[in-house]
């Protein structure tokens, strides 16, 4: 087992975990990012975490432009 690095706040983890990622649209406006973590020595059955985004409604859906803050001294 690996203890550089953990799976949660207090699991090591053997060098034959592996990690999944798929996003994918189940809707119009809703995006469901789906994580699937196999760890054949830590764990009985793979562990999947799933997160669900929504598109906001009118008048509040608009993408605004995001800049990073990286290197300012002071906010404003």
Partial sequence: MREDTLLDL???HSDQ???G???RLTSPGTLED????TEPK???EPF??????????PPND???EFSCA??????K
């Fill in 10 to 12: 207090f699991s090591p």
């Fill in 21 to 23: 990622e798929r996003i």
């Fill in 70 to 75: 990286e290197g300012l001294t002071s906010a």
């Fill in 62 to 64: 608009e993408l605004r």
């Fill in 48 to 57: 999947v975490q799933v997160q669900t985004y929504r598109k906001a409604a």
């Fill in 17 to 19: 975990m592996t990690v």
């Fill in 42 to 44: 830590a764990l009985l």
């Fill in 34 to 37: 789906r994580l699937t973590t």
